[in-house]
Antibody
């Protein structure tokens, strides 16, 4: 079954760190660009980070650049989001998503995981 | 950054009726526009990509059109399972990839 499963969420104090994991099954995640998108409680979708195939590029939203790091582990068919110096405004459900149906080198988000909740609170 | 603006914020529709949702980009995104459906507690689901192509498994009652800056998603005859929040998403110019704020389709 083709799916993405996130893990690693939880409650953390401001200034703390968490590492989110996105594990793929049913396909080779390394063949696709992968995104992290978040959704604060009751709010809309906000793009967070992108990692290109072969880690040719990693990109970040201004709100997380310098604090978050995206990476891949090819052997584990997994993508990670290392989140440091967390702030209360990072509280959200975090989704990983796979690109697909690309055209002109740009792609929508074809497959999404169910998401994992991150709460930053003292 | 391309700003995506959806209207209306909430659309009240009776089952069986037609729903029309709009999305406007602050600059041209050509046809690099997707629509997603999100139900409470679930992940978004890709409905439409390339501004007008239904993703596999998406019912024919969902149709979409537009190019450049103005886009429309139409649900021809609303079913109970269609009541949800719908987001548009531009993937033409990045980073950042940007989403509209969503349109909630609720039962009238």
């Amino acid at each position: 079954q083709v799916q993405l499963v996130e893990s690693g969420g939880g409650v953390v104090q401001p200034g703390g760190s968490l590492r989110l994991t996105c594990a793929a099954s049913g396909f080779n995640l390394n063949d696709y660009g992968m995104h992290w998108v978040r959704q604060a409680p009751g709010k809309g979708l906000e793009w967070v980070s992108f990692i290109q195939i072969e880690e040719l590029a990693t990109l970040y939203a201004d709100s997380v650049r310098g604090r978050f790091t995206v990476s891949r582990d090819k052997s584990k068919n997994t993508v990670y989001l290392q989140m440091d110096s967390l702030k209360s405004e990072d509280t959200a459900k975090y989704f990983c998503a796979k690109e697909g149906y690309c055209g002109d080198g740009s792609c929508p988000l074809h497959l999404w995981g169910e998401g994992v909740l991150v709460t930053v609170s003292s | 950054e391309i700003v995506m603006t959806q209207s209306p914020a909430t659309l009240s529709v009776s089952p069986g009726e037609r729903a029309t949702l709009s999305c406007r980009a602050s600059q041209s995104v050509s046809t690099n526009l997707a629509w997603y459906q999100q139900k409470p507690g679930q992940a978004p689901r890709l409905l439409i990509y390339g501004a007008s192509t239904r993703a596999p498994g998406i019912p024919a009652r969902f149709s979409a059109s537009g190019s450049g800056t103005d886009f429309t998603l139409t649900i021809s005859s609303l079913q109970s399972e269609d009541f949800a929040v719908y987001y548009c998403h531009q993937y033409k110019k990045w980073p950042p990839w940007t989403f509209g704020q969503g349109t909630k389709v609720e039962i009238k």
